[in-house]
């Protein structure tokens, strides 16, 4: 089973961008995997947050859209999530998520991921 290690995590103001990077090792011995980012804030349940497929194919959350954007070093199988215009309410924990594949029209489903990072925090406050 692939390896996720995230990191990129801290404390930044409102207004301000942060990148999340996620490196996979071990696993399959190709990286044509899909992988994901979600998240979770305290007392609430893991919210998807964008989904890359190595053929292009990307997915972001539509409350997130124009600010989130994901993208992958695919040589190195590192995922990153690049966040913008940051706002209290991204506070949480940010997961990277990878499978050897998942149904297109559930990319942000927790459920539907079987690999999962230990998480890196975001927080976001004045």
């Known amino acids: 089973q692939v390896q996720l290690m995230e990191s990129g995590g801290g404390s930044v103001q409102p207004g301000e961008s942060l990148t999340l990077s996620c490196t996979a090792s071990?696993?399959?011995?190709?990286?044509?995997?899909?992988m994901a980012w979600f998240r979770q804030a305290p007392g609430k349940g893991r919210e998807g947050v964008a989904a890359?497929?190595?053929?292009?194919?990307?997915e972001v959350a539509d409350s997130l859209r124009g600010r989130f954007r994901i993208s992958k070093d695919i040589s190195q199988n590192i995922l990153y999530l690049h966040m913008s215009e940051l706002i209290p309410e991204d506070t949480a924990t940010y997961y990277c998520?990878?499978?050897?594949?998942?149904?297109?029209?559930?990319?942000?489903?927790?459920?539907?991921?079987?690999?999962w990072g230990k998480g890196t925090q975001v927080t976001v406050s004045a």
């Open positions: 998520a990878a499978d050897r594949w998942v149904n297109r029209a559930r990319l942000l489903r927790a459920n539907q991921w079987n690999s």
């Open positions: 071990g696993g399959w011995s190709d990286s044509s995997y899909y």
């Open positions: 890359y497929i190595n053929d292009g194919e990307q």
